[in-house]
């Protein structure tokens, strides 16, 4: 649509911003005036289009810790003055973390690797299902037998950062948060450990929550018996069509 932004893989810009609107469905609202706390930013497109969706108007705390990612987050928000840009990591506790970081697909960068790494061929069917619902026609084309390449390439080359940890209420403490319309959470595996960093005070701030949850042990059970304790009850579970299998 004419959007400018930095970016590390295009291909990846494109689809992560195809991704948005998805956030933005079963009633959750972003309006002028909103704050929103965006957990796991990547290069920052969420907040670039609900800044253009508010003409600005609005406040938005991005939380991004690998370096390579952040750069570009801080290019991309630093036309909006609404944004504050956070160099870390978020979970239970305030500390350090080693995170992995995949240049050649950084959306995948994360400090909790476990999740993709023991999970068999998930890297694999995932490659596939993106390909399909990809917003890119030629991505459509991606034959399925290259997919265990593909997975192969994607982690190569890896880099480590130890990156600080803070807390939610870390954050609402320091920057006087008194109100957080939208918590957006997509932060690759460390979405409980981001929810259990909430004290139980500031929990009555959150008024929208939208997750991305990767539901092994049990976990997107016990994230939707932890919003349903707070007052968020109503709460609509979706599969990404693209990770079926």
Known sequence: ???VVFCIRPSEAQVLDSHIEGYM????????GNTIFDVGANIGLFGVRMAQRCDGNLRLFAFEPIPAIRECTTQNLAPWDCATVLPFGVSATAGEATFTYYPHAPSLSSAHT????????AMKHAIVGNARSAPMWYAKLF??????WMAKWMVASPETFVCQLRTLSDIIIEHNVDRIDLLKIDCEGAEEPALLGIAADHWPMVQQAVIEVHDLDGRLGRIIDLLRSHGLTKITVEKEAALQH
């Open 1 to 3: 649509d004419g959007t």
């Open 143 to 148: 034959p399925s037998f290259l997919a265990g």
């Open 25 to 32: 469905t079963n009633g959750i609202r972003v309006l002028p």
């Open 114 to 121: 476990e999740d993709w790494v023991d999970q068999g061929d």
